[in-house]
């Protein structure tokens, strides 16, 4: 069975929706023309809140294969909550995937791990897929427990969740120190941690839903490192950053991941 890569575009808190509209189209046409293979990896965008209905409408209207989601969501379904969305509002709006624990979140917001685990139940029964982020920090790299932490972020979210469940889950291993410096793990490093989480996974569900699970690479990923951190057995596709932002740097990592489908 294979495990087809995914490229995800964290956009954060840039591009109103004539920017996002804008965007999309030149992608379209950038991989139209490169003649891209969206059987071999998928490509989602994750808009602001406020461009996610003119995302909607292009790729509807133009039968794009490109996918879209969240960037985040509410543990809560409706009510007196502002500045909330909830789940059911992305799903509304056509959205496939939903970022959830990004470290941004976790520090700015906070959020914390009982409210990630929410979250990730959030989407799941709002039938998406939610893309848990986890990764150390630089202290605790230093202290050589990088990989033991990661697991044990994933861990704390899937002991709960049925084999459905987890068949739908999707990590994006993102070392902390890692996201917006330009300092990017090596190779080796991401490899081990996807390596680390897939056993885990392995150890609680089995080799059939370990073997699925797509685990994503974050932080400071381009055109330049994309193609030695695919070589990684376990390593099927990005959590894009600041390189999603440039529709040209952005396809071409999208066209190294096509050539990169793993199976199991």
Request: glycine letters at 8%.
């Given at each position: 069975?294979?495990r ?8 954060k808190?840039?591009f109103?929706h ?5 965007f999309?189209?030149r992608?379209?046409?950038?991989l ?5 293979d ?7 965008l994750?808009p602001?809140?406020?461009a996610?209905?003119?995302v909607q409408v292009?790729v ?8 879209y989601?969240?960037q985040?969501v509410?543990?809560?379904s409706?009510?007196?909550?502002t500045g909330d969305?909830s ?6 709006l056509g959205c496939?995937y ?10 700015y917001?906070?959020?914390d791990?009982a ?10 029964a ?5 893309i ?5 920090s630089f ?10 932490f990661?697991v044990g972020?994933?861990?704390d979210?899937?002991r709960d969740l049925?084999d459905?469940?987890v ?9 902390v120190?890692a996201?917006?410096?330009g300092?990017v ?5 991401a490899q ?9 996974v392995?150890?609680q569900?089995?080799p059939r839903?370990?073997g699925?699970?797509r ?8 055109s330049r490192?994309a193609?030695?951190?695919l ?8 959590l894009?950053?600041?390189a999603s932002l440039d529709v040209d ?5 999208c066209?190294?991941a096509?050539?990169?489908v793993?199976t199991?």
């Open positions: 069975m294979a087809i890569p995914l490229v995800a575009g964290n956009w808190m840039n109103d004539l920017e996002a509209t804008y999309v189209q992608l379209a046409w950038t139209r023309d490169a003649r891209f969206f059987r071999r990896c998928e490509v989602a994750m602001a809140f406020t996610l209905r003119s292009l509807e209207a133009d039968d794009l294969r490109i996918r989601g969240a985040s509410s543990v809560t409706q009510g007196a909550f969305v789940a059911d509002m992305l799903s509304k496939r939903v970022i959830v624990g990004h470290s941004e979140r976790r520090k917001h906070p959020e791990d409210n990630i685990v929410d979250q990730v139940r959030a989407v799941l709002a039938g998406m897929q939610p848990l982020c986890v990764g150390e202290e605790e790299r230093r202290q050589g427990i990088e990989l033991e990661a972020q994933v861990h979210v899937t049925s459905e469940d068949a739908r889950l999707i990590v994006a291993y993102e070392p120190w996201i917006g410096t300092m793990a090596t190779p080796d490093s081990q941690a996807a390596r680390a989480i897939r056993e885990a392995h150890a569900f089995g839903m370990a699925a699970m685990i994503l690479y974050g932080g400071s990923v381009n490192n193609q030695q951190l070589r990684g057995a376990d390593v099927d596709g990005f894009v950053g600041g740097e952005f396809a071409k990592i066209r190294l096509e050539k990169t793993k199991f």
